[in-house]
């Protein structure tokens, strides 16, 4: 039978190799972004595209061919739209294209260390300078009863020096539990269990009821000391907290004594140390005097000493105690009492140095 005129044989030349060239170039497609995937559908079944072209061109086919060439070509648009399909899922189950090329050889994100807590520091000081002069560091309870906080200091029930001390009572018996008011409790402790002679630092937090402010707060810490020998005298106890003075605030220091009352030392003192900011001529944090008032000291009452087993014929002794935020306070001038509580890192990173 005779060729139709309008069938030119030469168009199929090739076509059948074209398709399986095509097919196998879309079998191989491994784009991975979703740019990427949508120009290869553009490219393959776009307007333009290249199956798009193959169906203008199975236009002038020769009909003997158009079955099978027909047959072919569905195929091959098929396989194409399934590819991108295929590959649109892999795309949206892979992870983020930021995750894939996450560069390992990049330098991480600095990790700041923490710094202590600048109360820490303080009382670490304070208790490193009385190890140098050969005191022991003792420890004791936070909740306490009436005997080791009061009644062996030398505070008899109803006396209005209890009122002072500001108590958090736990519970109001006879026999009340309460949160300790000053490490003097600790004092009490170690008279009555350690050997003579004693001399020790009693770091620790304590709890009294009062108003928060710049310059209160109802938690806070202190360091107490204790030096019991024959002998012991109130010179002693100067030499000791003058020595203490210059190693904390400077080897220009100068300690003054106001005399004070406190139950369980007779005599007792209150003690200042030449002022560290202006060296003693009057500013603004001494107030003009010259003056800081740093601590409250004493002979350690007979009275107490006996309450807790020791011979106070034989035996004297000379106790201080100091309150480390406000030493704190003055050593680095901070203003606020409250600084120290809050945790805000603006205030503790300057203590960062210290470490
Ligand atoms: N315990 C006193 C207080 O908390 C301080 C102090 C201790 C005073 C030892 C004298 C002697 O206020």
């Known amino acids: ?51 798009t072209a193959l169906f203008e061109e ?22 194409a739209a399934a590819k991108i399909e295929a590959l649109k899922e892999a795309a949206a189950e892979a992870p983020a294209a930021g995750a894939a090329s996450f560069d390992y050889t990049m330098p991480g994100d600095p990790v700041s260390l923490g710094s202590r807590h600048p109360v820490s520091i303080a009382r670490e000081e304070i208790v490193s300078i009385f190890r140098k002069f050969g ?28 009122e002072m001390q500001d108590t958090f009572f736990i519970s109001d018996s006879d026999n009340p539990v309460l949160l300790r008011t000053h490490t003097s409790s600790v004092q009490v402790r170690a008279m009555e269990k350690m050997p003579l002679p004693i001399r020790i630092v009693c770091p620790g937090r304590v709890f009294r009821n009062e108003a928060i402010s710049a310059r209160a707060h ?26 203490f003075a210059r190693e904390m605030f400077g080897a220009q220091s100068q300690i003054r004594m106001r005399p004070s009352y406190f139950p369980f030392t007779e005599p007792s003192a209150e003690i200042d140390v ?17 003056w800081l008032e740093i601590m409250g000291c004493g002979m350690v009452d007979p009275n107490v000493l006996e309450a807790s087993g020791i011979d106070s014929k034989k035996y004297s002794g000379f106790a201080f105690g100091m309150g480390v935020e406000r030493i704190a306070m003055l050593k680095w001038q901070v203003r606020d009492l409250r600084n120290y509580f809050e945790n805000d890192l603006r205030f503790l990173k300057e203590f960062e140095t210290s470490l």
């Open 135 to 162: 005191y022991d560091v003792a420890e004791g309870p936070e909740v306490e009863d009436d005997w080791h906080v009061f009644e062996a200091l030398n505070f008899p029930p109803e006396h209005p020096a209890r």
């Open 218 to 243: 109802c938690i806070f810490h202190q360091v107490e000391g204790l030096y019991i020998d024959e002998n012991v005298t109130f010179a002693d106890m100067k030499q000791a907290i003058l020595l």
């Open 274 to 290: 030449s002022c560290n900011i202006c060296g003693g001529k009057g500013c603004n944090v001494c107030k003009g005097t010259g």
């Open 1 to 51: 039978m005779e060729m139709p005129v309008f069938v030119d044989k030469k168009k199929d030349i090739g076509m059948k190799e074209r398709i399986e060239a095509l097919m196998a170039e879309i079998e191989a497609l491994s784009c991975k972004s979703e740019q990427e995937i949508e120009e290869a559908r553009v490219r393959l079944l776009g307007k333009k595209g290249s199956v």
């Open 58 to 79: 199975f236009r002038t086919v020769a009909p003997e061919l158009k079955r099978e060439y027909g047959q072919k070509l569905n195929v091959l648009k098929n396989t």
